[in-house]
């Protein structure tokens, strides 16, 4: 079994920053990608940004050039720094992970997500 625990989530008013960091545990083979996904009250659960196992990364539109996605610790760690944060940017920040994982003589795909954590911005 993998789990993904999240932290870093709070209170910051427009304009501040907030760091969140996500970290795996578990008995992983191979990482394919993690990644940062928020929801909103009453909104559907959105991408936020993506890293791959080789680093390319993917950013929803509305946090380009704000939020920074990175990994660390042999790449079960993911990182989203917010910078320039704006009050739409209220809402349960998930992180998620797709691996392979040891499954009876084989592996098996898993995606993973975590508790989530609330970012709130707010004057």
């Known amino acids: 079994q993998v789990q993904l625990v999240e932290s870093g989530g709070g209170l910051v008013q427009p304009g501040g920053s907030l760091s969140l960091s996500c970290t795996a545990s578990?008995?992983?083979?191979?990482?394919?990608?993690m990644g940062w996904y928020r929801q909103a009250p009453g909104k559907e659960r959105e991408l936020v940004a993506t890293?791959?196992?080789?680093?390319?990364?993917n950013y929803a539109d509305s946090v380009k050039g704000r939020f920074t996605i990175s990994r660390v610790n042999g790449k079960i760690t993911v990182y989203l720094q917010m910078d320039s944060l704006e009050p739409e940017d209220t809402a349960v920040y998930y992180c998620?992970?797709?691996?392979?994982?040891?499954?009876?003589?084989?592996?098996?795909?898993?995606?993973?997500w975590g508790q989530g954590t609330l970012v709130t911005v707010s004057s």
């Open positions: 578990g008995s992983i083979f191979s990482i394919d990608a």
């Open positions: 890293i791959t196992t080789r680093g390319s990364t």
């Open positions: 998620n992970g797709r691996y392979l994982v040891p499954s009876g003589a084989g592996y098996r795909n898993l995606e993973v």
